[in-house]
């Protein structure tokens, strides 16, 4: 079976991780995973801002993650129809944060430049993977952009040494 994924991958965290785990598990010890992966010029123009790290650091990061056995460029950008015309999966894995109320498909398949009918004339279906909640790329952005505050460090114990023992006052 071969697996298709896609996504920028910038700031490649546990999420990135356990999405492409759970294509490999999908895909089995025979198949293979295949991960379509946003050009820099793309994720300028779709985020408005640029990728932290370039597609080649990208590319070559998702290369070396055991779960990953392939990766292509998504040239098509706004339109995956190219790149999964290259790949020929057997099913599109994506997390289900691009699921919207009710189950609805629409807004991923707009995301893909794809319709169901395209879809099923192919024979491909989607599984969408429960998403790691409270860690994506965009939170660690923010949070490097605009870091909290460290906590308080806790008060340091004060301590002498009386008669060859340590005593804490």
């Given at each position: 079976m071969i697996i298709y994924t896609g996504g920028s991958f910038d700031l490649f965290h546990v999420g990135h991780l356990e999405l492409l785990q759970a294509c490999r598990q999908l895909a089995g010890v025979e198949g293979r995973?295949?991960?379509?992966?946003?050009?820099?010029?793309?994720?300028?123009s779709y985020k408005g801002r640029p990728a932290v790290q370039s597609f080649a650091v990208r590319a070559e990061m998702l290369r070396a993650c055991r779960f990953v056995d392939q990766v292509v460029a998504n040239v098509g950008g706004a339109d995956s129809k190219a790149a999964i015309e290259v790949v020929h999966p057997d099913l599109l894995v994506i997390g289900d944060d691009w699921l919207d109320p009710g189950n609805d498909e629409r807004r991923y398949h707009?995301?893909?430049g794809v319709t169901p009918e395209?879809?099923?004339?192919r024979g491909l279906g989607i599984a969408y993977i429960p998403r790691t909640r409270g860690t994506s790329?965009?939170?660690?952005?923010d949070y490097l952009e605009e870091p909290e505050p460290p906590p308080a460090?806790?008060?340091?114990p004060t301590w002498r040494i009386e008669n060859g023992r340590v005593v804490y006052q």
């Open positions: 995973v295949v991960v379509s992966l946003n050009t820099d010029e793309f994720i300028r707009a995301q893909l395209w879809l099923a004339a790329t965009t939170g660690l952005r460090e806790p008060p340091r």
